[in-house]
């Protein structure tokens, strides 16, 4: 360490003009008094110093401190001689100097008193020697060592024999909030800047640090290799990946090499200060990047999971997301499944995941299928709860009738809920015996109950077919009852198709004379030989009843009405003397059906 020096500055630019003492040869010559005390003093140091260390003014010797006080320091200076020099020339941190009884320190004869007594200096021996020392450092690239005396604006003065300033800047390789920490250290330093003439100095510690930091990386990054495994310090967190702090250098760990979890932040994983082991990815001097992985140091979790995980085994985890098709498992690091919207429960209606979990829930699952190519495990809830299926055929067989609530309508359908568990559907056609019912809809409203029959069970589709109509007799059955094949009958035409023209017989309930039966004579438009409303006779040809479907003839009505006109005639020309033409009772039959 250079020598402490006496009071410092406040800046390097504030410095005295005089720093050090004046060429010997360029004083001015002693008056006679001078001459003869220095020839004294030198006689006294002759007695008491080595050989070789008699000074002679301007040449520094080292004397030892033998007394302080507040204001001064008392130095042997030989021959039971004493010299007191003033304490403004030492080193002061705070309120202390920075010197002790016993330390031998340079001073340099500058003159004598008017008292006889040589005149010493601590401060010009130590800036003269500083001088020197510090153009060797700057000229050579050397640091120097030196304390930090006090804070100023900008920075912090130092000691290095000399009073020289540090920036703020270049104290620490990272920002230093408080330079006050540094008051009374010894540190290293470059010198940035170097004043000869003036004896000013610019220090940088931060360049000094760096160089070092920098040798130091470079060694250490000659010892690793790719796939070796180092510990470190977990420094900085970021959303793309961790810096690790390797002790001589940093390095970084990718979001996608923190964790087997795909998307998982790094800060779920790792934490700062945390040591952990790394696996060393790639090393590249020229950069001095270093590539680190923690997940390669486990075992890739899909790689054995058919093994760990077989389908049916239940497993416990942590819901960490939901969706609105279903939630996402936890299983452990690298595994999360997921439970479909329709796995949840066997309870029937439009359920949502959330109806059942939330995130940060620990669950139980029952493992369903494995995908170890696209890495998907499909996880139920349901499936540790008992199959309502199992026995639904007993509980709702066909033919059976039940009560239920309407769970949701559509334009083709109403879904029933007959339990908790099983729902069925009542398809538009089954609602009503009235064809003109087309939706679903307005028919019923979510949350009436209603009354259905079992029409149907599908118990490997899970679905169970219900009707509402067939509650009640069918206007079909109920008119045929009456009006067997065979039966003249009596409607209204109510509209027309290419084929034929379709008439009402009861309310509800059509039947189709086909285009062909309409008259006796061949009919081109169905709308040619009929008008809508109209009031026609027919007969009943067929009928299909799974299809509720009557087939209608006007020709053969005619024909049958014609036959029983012929056969009404003939009777009463038996009977009657005079009688009726054939016409007439062709018109009689006519109007006796149509009062009827």
Same mark, same amino acid.
């Given at each position: ?13 504030? *410095? ?29 140091? !002759? ?10 003014? +301007? ?8 007394? @302080? ?9 030989? +021959? ?58 700057? !000229? ?44 009374? %250290? ?28 920098? *040798? ?19 420094? &900085?967190?970021?959303?793309?990946? /961790? ?17 087997? !979890? ?16 790394? #696996? ?50 936890? @299983? ?17 209606? &439009? ?6 979990? #939330? $995130? ?9 299928? @494995? ?45 029933? #809920? ?7 559907? =009542?398809? /538009? ?7 003109? $019912? ?9 949350? %009436?109950?209603?009354?259905?029959? /079992? ?13 509402? #109509? ?18 003249? =009958? ?93 016409? !007439? ?12």
């Amino acid at each position: 360490m250079v020598p402490e020096t006496g009071r410092p500055n406040d800046h390097p630019e504030e *410095a005295p003009e005089e720093q050090f003492d004046q060429d010997p040869s360029q004083q001015e010559p002693l008056d006679e008094e001078d001459a003869a005390l220095e020839r004294e003093f030198s006689a006294l140091l !002759d007695e008491h110093l080595p050989s070789g260390q008699q000074p002679r003014r +301007g040449e520094i010797v080292y004397v030892p401190v033998v007394g @302080i006080s507040e204001d001064s320091v008392l130095v042997d200076v030989g +021959g039971k001689s004493e010299a007191r020099l003033p304490a403004e020339e030492f080193v002061k941190v705070g309120d202390q100097l920075q010197v002790r009884v016993g330390d031998q320190i340079p001073v340099l004869q500058t003159s004598g008193g008017k008292e006889g007594t040589p005149r010493l200096s601590h401060r010009r021996a130590r800036q003269r020697i500083a001088q020197e020392a510090v153009k060797q450092a700057h !000229d050579e690239g050397l640091p120097v060592r030196g304390v930090v005396t006090r804070v100023v604006k900008g920075g912090a003065m130092v000691d290095i024999g000399l009073d020289a300033f540090m920036p703020a800047s270049q104290v620490d390789l990272f920002k230093v909030p408080d330079l006050k920490s540094f008051m009374g %250290q010894e540190v290293e330093a470059d010198i940035l800047e170097f004043d000869e003439q003036r004896g000013r100095a610019v220090l940088s510690r931060r360049r000094l640090l760096f160089k070092r930091q920098e *040798a130091k990386r470079a060694e250490f990054l000659k010892t690793l290799e790719p796939g070796s495994t180092v510990t470190g310090k977990v420094k &900085n967190i970021l959303d793309f990946g /961790v810096f690790v702090d390797l002790g001589e250098v940093d390095g970084f760990v990718p979001r996608e090499e923190v964790s087997w !979890d795909r998307g998982k932040a790094p800060a779920e994983a790792l934490e700062a200060g945390q040591e952990v082991e790394l #696996k060393i990815l790639n090393v590249s001097p020229e950069s001095g990047k270093i590539t680190l992985s923690r997940r390669r140091l486990r075992e890739n979790p899909w790689d054995t999971i058919d093994e760990r995980y077989p389908p049916g085994q239940t497993v416990t985890g942590t819901v960490v997301a939901i969706e609105p098709y279903g939630a996402f498992i936890h @299983i452990e690091e690298g595994i999360t499944g997921m439970v479909h919207a329709s796995d949840m429960s066997w309870a029937s209606g &439009n359920k949502k995941p959330e109806d059942f979990v #939330k $995130v940060g829930d620990q669950v139980t699952s029952q493992i369903i299928d @494995i995908d170890r190519q696209r890495r998907r495990l499909s996880l139920g809830f349901k499936q540790l709860q008992r199959d309502p299926w199992t026995d639904v055929k007993e509980r709702f067989p066909e033919g059976s009738r039940h009560k239920g609530t309407v769970s949701s309508t559509t334009a083709y359908g109403v879904f029933v #809920k007959l339990d908790e568990y099983v729902e069925g559907m =009542v398809h /538009v056609s089954d609602l009503s015996w009235d064809r003109s $019912v087309r939706s679903a809809k307005n028919f019923v409203e979510p949350g %009436q109950e209603v009354e259905v029959v /079992v029409l149907g069970l599908d118990d490997q589709k899970r679905r169970i077919s219900l009707g509402m #109509k067939q509650l009640t007799d069918s206007p079909f059955d109920a008119y045929m009852k009456e009006h067997p094949v065979g039966s003249l =009958v009596t409607g209204k035409v109510t509209r027309f198709a290419p084929f034929g023209a379709f008439v009402e017989l009861a309310p509800g309930l059509e039947g189709l004379i086909h285009i062909s039966q309409i008259d006796v004579k061949r009919v081109e438009l169905p709308e040619k030989a009929l008008s809508p409303g109209e009031e026609v006779t027919v007969k009943i040809v067929d009928t299909n009843r799974n299809q509720q479907k009557i087939s209608l003839s006007r020709k053969e009505a005619m024909r049958q009405q014609e036959k029983e006109v012929s056969r009404q005639y003939m009777k009463s020309q038996d009977t009657t003397s005079g009688g009726m033409s054939l016409g !007439d009772a062709l018109r009689e039959a006519q109007k006796k059906q149509e009062s009827d």
